[in-house]
Protein backbone atom coordinates (compact mmCIF):
# COMPACT_ATOMS: atom_id res chain seq x y z
CA UNK A 1 0.00 0.00 0.00
CA UNK A 2 1.09 3.76 -0.80
CA UNK A 3 1.86 6.04 1.81
CA UNK A 4 -1.19 8.05 0.04
CA UNK A 5 -2.99 5.37 0.21
CA UNK A 6 -2.35 4.48 4.29
CA UNK A 7 -2.60 8.33 4.90
CA UNK A 8 -6.77 8.23 2.87
CA UNK A 9 -7.22 5.05 5.35
CA UNK A 10 -5.96 6.48 8.33
CA UNK A 11 -8.05 9.44 8.02
CA UNK A 12 -11.05 7.71 6.70
CA UNK A 13 -10.69 5.82 9.93
CA UNK A 14 -10.40 9.23 11.82
CA UNK A 15 -13.49 11.04 10.90
CA UNK A 16 -15.44 8.05 11.27
CA UNK A 17 -15.20 8.79 15.34
CA UNK A 18 -16.71 11.65 16.86
CA UNK A 19 -13.52 13.22 18.30
CA UNK A 20 -11.68 13.07 15.23
CA UNK A 21 -14.89 14.05 13.30
CA UNK A 22 -15.09 17.13 15.41
CA UNK A 23 -11.49 18.12 14.71
CA UNK A 24 -11.73 18.12 11.48
CA UNK A 25 -14.53 19.96 11.17
CA UNK A 26 -12.96 22.33 13.42
CA UNK A 27 -10.28 23.34 10.90
CA UNK A 28 -12.70 23.47 8.57
CA UNK A 29 -14.74 26.26 10.34
CA UNK A 30 -11.81 28.16 11.77
CA UNK A 31 -9.81 27.65 8.59
CA UNK A 32 -13.29 29.83 6.88
CA UNK A 33 -13.08 31.78 9.58
CA UNK A 34 -9.37 32.97 9.08
CA UNK A 35 -9.65 33.55 4.99
CA UNK A 36 -12.97 35.24 6.20
CA UNK A 37 -10.86 37.64 8.10
CA UNK A 38 -8.36 38.15 5.81
CA UNK A 39 -10.33 39.31 2.92
CA UNK A 40 -12.33 41.64 5.17
CA UNK A 41 -11.39 44.57 4.01
CA UNK A 42 -9.88 43.13 0.13
CA UNK A 43 -12.88 41.37 -0.87
CA UNK A 44 -16.21 41.62 1.57
CA UNK A 45 -18.24 39.51 -0.82
CA UNK A 46 -15.84 36.56 -0.57
CA UNK A 47 -15.20 37.21 3.61
CA UNK A 48 -18.96 37.13 3.52
CA UNK A 49 -19.02 33.95 2.17
CA UNK A 50 -16.38 32.14 3.96
CA UNK A 51 -17.94 33.81 6.94
CA UNK A 52 -21.05 32.08 6.30
CA UNK A 53 -19.46 28.50 5.42
CA UNK A 54 -17.40 28.98 8.96
CA UNK A 55 -21.20 29.66 10.79
CA UNK A 56 -22.86 26.69 9.00
CA UNK A 57 -19.63 24.34 10.25
CA UNK A 58 -20.04 25.93 13.93
CA UNK A 59 -23.18 25.37 14.31
CA UNK A 60 -23.18 21.86 13.09
CA UNK A 61 -20.66 21.09 15.78
CA UNK A 62 -22.69 22.85 18.34
CA UNK A 63 -26.06 21.23 17.65
CA UNK A 64 -23.88 17.96 18.03
CA UNK A 65 -22.11 18.35 21.25
CA UNK A 66 -26.12 18.56 22.43
CA UNK A 67 -25.28 14.62 23.15
CA UNK A 68 -22.09 15.26 25.20
CA UNK A 69 -24.06 15.05 28.56
CA UNK A 70 -24.66 11.35 28.77
CA UNK A 71 -21.10 10.68 27.92
CA UNK A 72 -19.52 13.43 30.34
CA UNK A 73 -21.90 12.04 33.19
CA UNK A 74 -20.72 8.38 33.12
CA UNK A 75 -17.11 9.74 32.71
CA UNK A 76 -17.32 11.72 35.48
CA UNK A 77 -19.40 8.33 37.54
CA UNK A 78 -16.26 6.71 36.93
CA UNK A 79 -13.68 9.38 37.34
CA UNK A 80 -15.31 9.55 41.33
CA UNK A 81 -13.17 11.76 43.25
CA UNK A 82 -10.00 10.77 41.44
CA UNK A 83 -8.69 8.07 43.48
CA UNK A 84 -6.81 6.71 40.65
CA UNK A 85 -5.09 10.18 40.10
CA UNK A 86 -1.22 10.12 41.08
CA UNK A 87 -1.55 13.01 43.85
CA UNK A 88 -4.03 15.18 45.66
CA UNK A 89 -3.39 18.18 42.96
CA UNK A 90 -4.41 16.30 39.84
CA UNK A 91 -7.36 14.79 41.99
CA UNK A 92 -9.09 18.41 43.14
CA UNK A 93 -8.39 19.69 39.39
CA UNK A 94 -10.07 16.44 37.75
CA UNK A 95 -13.20 16.82 40.25
CA UNK A 96 -13.46 20.26 39.74
CA UNK A 97 -13.24 20.22 36.03
CA UNK A 98 -16.14 17.41 35.70
CA UNK A 99 -18.14 20.03 38.10
CA UNK A 100 -17.65 22.53 35.59
CA UNK A 101 -17.96 20.40 32.31
CA UNK A 102 -21.83 19.06 33.76
CA UNK A 103 -23.12 22.25 34.51
CA UNK A 104 -21.47 23.96 30.78
CA UNK A 105 -23.06 21.08 29.04
CA UNK A 106 -26.80 22.62 29.84
CA UNK A 107 -26.19 25.98 29.64
CA UNK A 108 -24.53 25.57 26.08
CA UNK A 109 -27.70 24.06 25.68
CA UNK A 110 -29.69 26.37 27.22
CA UNK A 111 -28.00 29.22 24.30
CA UNK A 112 -28.72 26.78 21.59
CA UNK A 113 -32.13 26.58 22.01
CA UNK A 114 -32.21 30.41 22.51
CA UNK A 115 -30.13 30.96 19.73
CA UNK A 116 -33.02 28.66 17.06
CA UNK A 117 -35.72 30.53 18.38
CA UNK A 118 -37.05 26.86 19.59
CA UNK A 119 -37.70 28.31 23.57
CA UNK A 120 -38.03 32.18 24.52
CA UNK A 121 -35.24 32.75 27.24
CA UNK A 122 -34.68 36.16 28.70
CA UNK A 123 -32.00 37.59 28.82
CA UNK A 124 -30.21 35.57 25.83
CA UNK A 125 -27.12 37.68 25.76
CA UNK A 126 -26.52 36.91 29.39
CA UNK A 127 -26.48 33.30 28.97
CA UNK A 128 -24.27 33.81 26.65
CA UNK A 129 -21.84 35.57 28.59
CA UNK A 130 -22.37 32.42 31.66
CA UNK A 131 -21.32 29.94 28.69
CA UNK A 132 -18.21 31.84 28.03
CA UNK A 133 -17.29 31.79 31.31
CA UNK A 134 -17.78 27.96 31.85
CA UNK A 135 -16.14 27.71 28.67
CA UNK A 136 -12.95 29.59 29.78
CA UNK A 137 -13.46 27.95 32.98
CA UNK A 138 -13.28 24.37 31.05
CA UNK A 139 -10.05 24.99 29.07
CA UNK A 140 -7.88 26.63 32.51
CA UNK A 141 -8.85 23.85 34.63
CA UNK A 142 -8.02 21.12 31.49
CA UNK A 143 -4.91 22.91 30.81
CA UNK A 144 -3.77 23.02 34.38
CA UNK A 145 -4.40 19.31 34.93
CA UNK A 146 -2.62 18.84 31.45
CA UNK A 147 0.49 20.89 32.77
CA UNK A 148 0.59 19.02 36.11
CA UNK A 149 0.59 15.79 34.40
CA UNK A 150 3.36 17.08 32.53
CA UNK A 151 5.53 18.34 35.52
CA UNK A 152 4.99 14.76 37.48
CA UNK A 153 6.07 12.56 34.48
CA UNK A 154 9.00 14.86 33.18
CA UNK A 155 9.93 14.28 37.61
CA UNK A 156 9.50 10.51 37.40
CA UNK A 157 11.61 10.56 34.05
CA UNK A 158 14.31 12.65 35.73
CA UNK A 159 14.82 10.53 38.27
CA UNK A 160 16.09 8.23 36.07
CA UNK A 161 19.93 8.48 35.34
CA UNK A 162 19.89 6.50 32.22
CA UNK A 163 17.70 7.98 29.39
CA UNK A 164 18.48 4.78 27.42
CA UNK A 165 16.49 2.51 30.00
CA UNK A 166 13.27 4.32 29.20
CA UNK A 167 11.31 2.80 26.96
CA UNK A 168 11.01 4.83 23.11
CA UNK A 169 7.12 5.24 23.53
CA UNK A 170 6.71 6.69 27.07
CA UNK A 171 9.09 9.08 26.11
CA UNK A 172 7.27 9.82 22.55
CA UNK A 173 4.07 9.94 24.49
CA UNK A 174 5.25 12.90 27.19
CA UNK A 175 6.77 14.73 24.67
CA UNK A 176 3.51 14.33 22.88
CA UNK A 177 1.81 16.61 25.83
CA UNK A 178 3.87 19.52 25.00
CA UNK A 179 1.78 19.55 21.72
CA UNK A 180 -1.53 19.21 24.31
CA UNK A 181 -0.26 21.85 26.44
CA UNK A 182 0.48 24.23 23.43
CA UNK A 183 -3.07 23.38 21.95
CA UNK A 184 -5.11 23.86 25.42
CA UNK A 185 -2.97 27.19 25.73
CA UNK A 186 -4.62 28.24 21.91
CA UNK A 187 -8.09 26.70 22.93
CA UNK A 188 -7.65 28.91 26.52
CA UNK A 189 -6.79 32.34 24.31
CA UNK A 190 -9.37 31.74 21.99
CA UNK A 191 -11.92 30.83 25.26
CA UNK A 192 -11.17 34.05 26.77
CA UNK A 193 -11.52 36.35 23.73
CA UNK A 194 -15.49 35.20 23.95
CA UNK A 195 -16.01 36.98 26.98
CA UNK A 196 -17.44 40.42 27.08
CA UNK A 197 -15.65 43.27 27.13
CA UNK A 198 -13.69 44.65 29.88
CA UNK A 199 -12.41 41.37 31.13
CA UNK A 200 -9.24 40.26 30.44
CA UNK A 201 -8.81 40.08 26.04
CA UNK A 202 -12.36 39.46 25.95
CA UNK A 203 -13.58 40.86 22.60
CA UNK A 204 -10.04 42.36 21.33
CA UNK A 205 -9.36 39.59 18.90
CA UNK A 206 -9.89 40.02 15.03
CA UNK A 207 -11.91 37.51 12.82
CA UNK A 208 -8.38 36.59 11.50
CA UNK A 209 -6.96 36.45 14.77
CA UNK A 210 -9.51 33.82 16.07
CA UNK A 211 -9.31 31.87 12.46
CA UNK A 212 -5.07 31.88 13.11
CA UNK A 213 -5.69 30.51 16.32
CA UNK A 214 -8.38 28.33 15.81
CA UNK A 215 -6.81 26.35 12.92
CA UNK A 216 -3.26 26.13 14.63
CA UNK A 217 -5.23 24.40 17.43
CA UNK A 218 -7.11 22.23 15.35
CA UNK A 219 -4.07 21.40 12.80
CA UNK A 220 -2.38 20.46 16.14
CA UNK A 221 -5.38 18.22 17.46
CA UNK A 222 -5.41 16.07 14.20
CA UNK A 223 -1.49 15.76 14.12
CA UNK A 224 -2.31 14.44 17.95
CA UNK A 225 -4.63 11.93 16.77
CA UNK A 226 -2.27 10.52 14.19
CA UNK A 227 1.06 10.40 16.50
CA UNK A 228 -0.93 8.71 19.24
CA UNK A 229 -2.56 6.06 16.64
CA UNK A 230 1.06 5.64 15.50
CA UNK A 231 2.95 4.93 19.03
CA UNK A 232 -0.04 2.48 19.88
CA UNK A 233 0.03 0.07 17.12
Not at 92 to 115: M, R, S
Request: hydrophobic fraction near 40%.
Amino acid sequence: MSNTSKFVSEFCDIIDSYGGRDKVMKALCYSAKLVSGYHAKRNPDLAKRYATASSKISGARATLRLIDDIPMIQYALEYGLGENEPDRVMAVLGVTANIVDLLYYPIEKVCWLAEHKIVDVKNADRWDNVNSIFWVLSVYLNLMRTMRNFSLNQEKLSCNPKLSDIDATVLAKHRLELVSIARISLDFVHAVSTLPGGYLWGGKLTTFQVGAIGTLSAGLGIYQIFAKRRLNK
